[in-house]
Antibody, heavy 121, light 108 residues
């Protein structure tokens, strides 16, 4: 059974940093691209960014709203994807979901339960 | 354009058919995928690659696409289908993804 478990969320002050982790199990983690999607309280889904598998260079893409502040990385030996969030703003407050990118890079086939990040002074 | 537009709310009578639409220029080049989200839960993929259902998704869910519009159809809606539905696709550049604003489906 494919499982994705996020961790690392919490309360952080504006301007500070936080790193989220996503641990995958039940599949060959290194064969898949991984993505992060967030949802502000009472709002819709917003794609944050993704990291390709090593077979496709392990490169990353980001939404304009987080470009230059957020970094996605991966440790395939531990089946973990990371979301490093720097220079956090109050508008980054959201539940952050880790997702697996399905074959063909056209959809997100599995989602974690999410971890809440609250940016507030 | 990097926007996907959905109607904010749609309602359907129990057992009837409802279509939820998603409009965006990128849909001329990329398939939409659809996600169901119930309160307090993570989204669940229900349709991808225009009209493919993941394992475990009932066949009352189907997808279609024409031009810049993608549609999710629920044939014979059940009370348990009441949820928020989001479409998603790559944007015109192909390097980033975008979500529609979501449609709240009410089953009457």
């Amino acid at each position: 059974e494919v499982q994705l478990v996020e961790s690392g969320g919490g309360l952080v002050q504006p301007g500070r940093s936080l790193r989220l982790s996503c641990t995958g199990s039940g599949f060959s983690f290194g064969d898949y691209a991984m993505s992060w999607v967030r949802q502000a309280p009472g709002k819709g889904l917003e794609w944050v960014g993704f990291i390709r598998s090593k077979a496709y260079g392990g490169t990353t893409e980001y939404a304009a709203s987080v470009q230059g502040r957020f970094t996605i990385s991966r440790d395939d030996s531990e089946s973990i994807a990371y979301l490093q969030m720097n220079s956090l703003k109050t508008e980054d407050t959201a539940v952050y979901y880790c997702t697996r990118v399905g074959g063909g890079y056209v959809h997100f086939d599995y989602w974690g339960q999410g971890t809440l990040v609250t940016v507030s002074s | 354009s990097s926007e996907l537009t959905q109607d904010p709310a749609v309602s359907v009578a129990l057992g009837q058919t409802v279509r939820i639409t998603c409009q965006g220029d990128s849909l001329r080049s990329y398939y939409a995928s659809w996600y169901q989200q119930k309160p307090g839960q993570a989204p669940v993929l229900v349709i991808y690659a225009k009209n493919t259902r993941p394992a475990g998704i009932p066949d009352r869910f189907s997808g279609s696409s024409s031009g810049s519009t993608a549609s999710l159809t629920i044939t014979g809606a059940l009370a348990e289908d009441e949820a928020d539905y989001y479409c998603n696709s790559r944007d015109s550049s192909g390097n980033v993804w975008v979500f529609g604003g979501g449609t709240k489906l009410t089953v009457l």
